[in-house]
């Protein structure tokens, strides 16, 4: 099955500075690539995704990029605020029912 | 549409008590996942079903673990007898197909197995 790992565990950046989160998977047939924010106490949300069919995608202050040769995806936050503080998690779709595989997840502190 | 709904918010319970989780997917979606969060094992998928039948059920821990979908707008979780290992919150999520379109998740039910 698809195996999913993600680095950083912990990631702490002052404020307005750049933070990159980092997965690779294991199933070259993974065509769908999601992030999700998990604030404290609450669900995940999805924040962005991507397909396999591009390279990158932004969304303001977010933007993933997919590398399918080496098999791995980067969440980058830009000019990051104290609210981006939170868990993500990065996922991939595998298996024949295409179910999503997440990673371990990254607690990111914004320090003001 | 009020999202995906879970009730209860939260449960606590005796070791041994049966446990019922029960979730409404978001109306039109036709996939709908199971999962367990702990700090030790992050997020695992426990069950997917897809038009109310089930697809995948590896993730099921044990026996004692069983989910229904008797239509497409209610599925229960069910544990019996539970155990304090049981302890987690379990999110229940909905999609519109498969893997491959989004997930949208529930609030979460922390279930607490004293």
């Known amino acids: 099955g698809e195996n999913v790992e993600q680095h950083p565990s912990t990631l702490s950046v002052q404020e307005g500075d750049s933070a990159v989160i980092k997965c690779t998977y294991s199933?070259?047939?993974?065509?769908?690539f999601p992030w999700y924010k998990q604030e404290l106490g609450k669900r995940p949300q999805l924040i962005i995704d991507?397909?396999?069919?591009?390279g990158e995608k932004k969304d303001q202050r977010i933007a993933v990029t997919l590398n399918k040769t080496a098999k791995h995806f980067s969440l980058h936050i830009t000019e990051t605020q104290p609210e981006d503080s939170a868990v993500y998690f990065c996922?991939?779709?595998?298996?024949?029912?295409?179910?999503?595989?997440f990673g371990s997840g990254t607690q990111l502190t914004v320090l003001p | 549409d009020a999202g995906v709904i879970q009730s209860p918010r939260h449960e606590v319970t005796e070791m041994g008590q049966e446990v019922t989780l029960r979730c409404k997917p978001i109306?039109?979606?036709?996939?709908l996942f199971w999962y367990r969060q702990t700090m030790m094992r992050g997020l695992e998928l426990l069950i997917y079903?897809?038009?109310?039948?089930?697809?995948?059920d590896s993730g099921m821990p044990e026996d004692r673990f069983s989910a229904k979908m008797p239509n497409a707008s209610f599925s229960t979780l069910k544990i019996q007898p539970s155990e304090p290992r049981d302890s987690a919150v379990y999110f229940c999520?909905?999609?519109?197909?498969?893997?491959?379109?989004?997930?949208?998740f529930g609030a979460g039910t922390r279930l607490s197995v004293l």
């Open positions: 999520a909905s999609s519109q197909s498969g893997g491959k379109n989004i997930q949208y």
């Open positions: 199933d070259s047939a993974s065509n769908y």
């Open positions: 991507i397909r396999s069919n591009v």
């Open positions: 996922a991939a779709d595998s298996g024949s029912a295409r179910q999503l595989t």
């Open positions: 109306s039109g979606h036709n996939s």
């Open positions: 079903f897809n038009n109310n039948v089930p697809i995948d």
